[in-house]
């Protein structure tokens, strides 16, 4: 039996549907009981826990095989970095109290690099926290999601101009659609253990693309003309403010930051393996842009 935190989520849910297809008895641990039904018509036994209260989180992940944990950004926190700080100590505590054998942990590309850099460096704290528990590691760093996108595409499609935080429109990047990242994780799960105590494996989807290419993808959905134009670094604050908390905003302009500078939010160099997902940037859109 596989438990999965946040299994309502984009990434949990795809790999609770994965497992679930190939015939794996999955337990999915939700915070919302309202969320329980589409987990329950999969065929998921549905715990209820918080994933700020480690006693339940012990509770839901006792006895299974593996555990598929996940750290969520708060997007409305108000201080973001201690939110995901005690997560991370809920989940770890809940590990070690539970006496997991395996788990499988969804992290984030640039979570190797040692500097600073906003979001990714959440996760790579994150992943020091679970090295020294006893117990088999995976850690999945995902590449950026598709699915970001999705918050510009209504300002694109009345403008034209699609904004973005890279400011080079034709420099390529790593993304990936969160359901491959699911898929993966299920793939990981089902198969023996390595033996190791630790395995990194990378997910990004199957060709790296640039902001020209999402405006690109758009534009052959919505059948016009859509480009891609560089937000100013300036703006970038106020612009996230929009949508997430200034503590939030602060670490992705920290993130893009890095982004601009190049080579960082990226595979580690000379370690881990890269899984590639075969859902491409078209499709990942497409439902989020209205058909005409």
């Given at each position: ?16 549907t994965?497992l ?63 939110e ?14 539970a ?8 992290s ?17 704290l ?11 590691k ?38 990936v ?6 898929r ?9 253990e390595?033996g ?14 640039s902001?020209?290419d ?16 560089a ?41 881990g ?15 989020f842009?209205?058909?005409?």
């Amino acid at each position: 039996m596989f438990a999965i935190l946040g299994a309502a989520g984009k990434v949990g849910y795809a790999t609770a549907t994965a497992l679930r297809a190939a015939g794996f008895p999955v337990r999915a641990i939700l915070r919302d009981p309202a969320k329980a039904s589409r987990l329950s018509g999969l065929g998921c036994d549905v715990a209820i826990a918080d994933l700020m209260d480690p006693a339940a989180l012990a509770e839901a992940i006792a006895d299974a095989e593996a555990v598929q944990i996940i750290l969520p950004p708060p997007l409305r926190a108000e201080d973001a970095r201690a939110e995901m700080r005690r997560a991370t100590g809920s989940m770890v505590e809940a590990l070690r109290s539970a006496r997991a054998r395996r788990v499988l942990a969804i992290s984030d590309y640039g979570a190797h690099v040692p500097d600073d850099i906003g979001m990714p460096t959440m996760y790579r704290l994150f992943e020091e926290n679970l090295r020294p528990l006893p117990l088999s590691k995976i850690i999945l760093r995902s590449a950026e999601h598709m699915e970001g996108w999705a918050r510009a595409i209504p300002v694109a499609l009345a403008t034209g101009i699609l904004p973005t935080l890279h400011q080079e429109m034709d420099r390529d990047f790593a993304t990936v659609s969160a359901a491959d990242v699911g898929r993966i994780a299920a793939d990981l799960l089902s198969e023996p253990e390595t033996g190791g105590p630790e395995r990194i494996v990378h997910a990004e989807g199957p060709r790296r693309c640039s902001a020209a290419d999402v405006a690109g993808a758009v534009s052959a959905l919505a059948g016009r003309a859509i480009a891609a134009r560089a937000v100013s670094r300036s703006e970038w604050q106020q612009s996230l403010e929009r949508v997430v908390s200034p503590s939030i905003a602060s670490l992705l302009v920290d993130t893009y930051d890095a982004h601009d500078r190049g080579g960082l939010i990226d595979v580690e160099p000379g370690r881990g393996e890269v899984r590639r997902g075969t859902t491409d940037l078209t499709d990942a859109l497409r439902r989020f842009v209205p058909v005409a």
